[in-house]
């Protein structure tokens, strides 16, 4: 399995970015993928998910109503598009897979190598 991030980089407070994770060598049947996100000293966090067959979203509570997680089943992407950013978004963002709905890090299965996104205020 093999989880590729991409689309991170440096943006305003208020500015929009939008991530991508490209999947191989993964059955998407019925997994769940994620976007997590890390700060230096702090614990991984979740911040959405998606289930792949049906599409069902989840958020965190801190992102709700500005970030939209998607998936393209034809180009086996899901995406991360994220608006109205604030300086606490800044972090390193992850995707990974899940066989079920997570809430932390401990429930990912396969993880992408992560793409740096930096809101400056």
């Known amino acids: 399995v093999q989880l590729q991030a991409s689309g991170g980089g440096l943006v305003q407070t208020g500015g929009s970015l939008r991530l991508s994770c490209a999947l191989s060598g993964l059955t ?3 997994n769940f993928m994620n976007w997590f996100r890390q700060t230096p000293g702090k614990e991984r966090e979740f911040v959405a998910g998606i289930r792949w067959r049906e599409g069902t979203k989840r958020y965190a509570d801190s992102v709700k109503g500005r970030f ?7 180009k086996n992407t899901v ?3 994220m608006s109205s950013l604030k300086f606490e978004d800044t972090g390193t963002y992850y995707c990974a ?9 401990a429930g990912a299965r396969a993880w992408g190598q992560g793409t740096l996104v930096t809101v400056s205020s």
């Open 28 to 30: 998407t049947s019925d």
């Open 68 to 74: 939209t997680i998607s998936r393209d089943g034809a």
């Open 79 to 81: 995406y991360l598009q």
């Open 97 to 105: 897979t899940s066989d079920r709905a997570v809430a932390t890090a």
